[in-house]
């Protein structure tokens, strides 16, 4: 018998502010965040290493970023991957801000670094 491949699962973990994505029931990532006024600061996106490889982190920002939008967000991408998601994917450029040294500085103080 063969294994059939699972449809991968986002969910939004908002007590632990991030985006988690499920293969077979098990967290494979996570894209993290914090929210400033109406601005989803997405500032870390880890695939773990099991699950490398399956564009799973390109299915993860691309549902977040989706959320984003319905929720009536705006995105501010200081995390690498999603602002070279970003670039490659503009029907998201309408909603996205640019990152600034005043956000960097929030972020850092909001996560004690």
Same mark, same amino acid.
């Given at each position: 018998?063969?294994?059939?491949?699972?449809?991968? #699962? *986002?969910?939004? !973990?908002? =007590?632990?502010? /991030? @985006?988690?994505?499920? $293969?077979?029931?098990?967290? =494979?990532? +996570?894209?993290? @965040? /914090?929210?400033?006024?109406?601005?989803?600061? &997405? &500032?870390?996106?880890?695939?773990?290493?099991? @699950? =490398?490889? /399956?564009?799973? !982190?390109? #299915?993860? *920002?691309?549902? !977040?970023?989706?959320? #984003?939008?319905?929720?009536?967000?705006?995105? #501010?991408? $200081?995390?690498?991957?999603?602002?070279? &998601? +970003?670039?490659?994917?503009?029907? &998201?450029?309408?909603?996205?801000?640019? $990152?600034?040294?005043? *956000?960097?500085?929030? +972020?850092?103080?909001?996560?004690? /670094?």
């Amino acid at each position: 018998m063969s294994e059939q491949p699972t449809t991968p #699962v *986002v969910r939004r !973990a908002d =007590a632990r502010h /991030r @985006y988690e994505i499920l $293969v077979d029931g098990e967290r =494979a990532g +996570l894209t993290a @965040y /914090r929210d400033r006024d109406d601005r989803r600061v &997405f &500032f870390h996106t880890e695939i773990d290493d099991a @699950y =490398a490889g /399956r564009g799973l !982190a390109s #299915v993860l *920002v691309e549902q !977040a970023l989706t959320d #984003v939008r319905s929720a009536g967000l705006r995105i #501010v991408p $200081v995390c690498p991957y999603v602002a070279k &998601f +970003l670039t490659k994917h503009q029907e &998201f450029a309408d909603i996205t801000d640019p $990152v600034t040294p005043e *956000v960097v500085q929030w +972020l850092d103080a909001r996560l004690g /670094r």
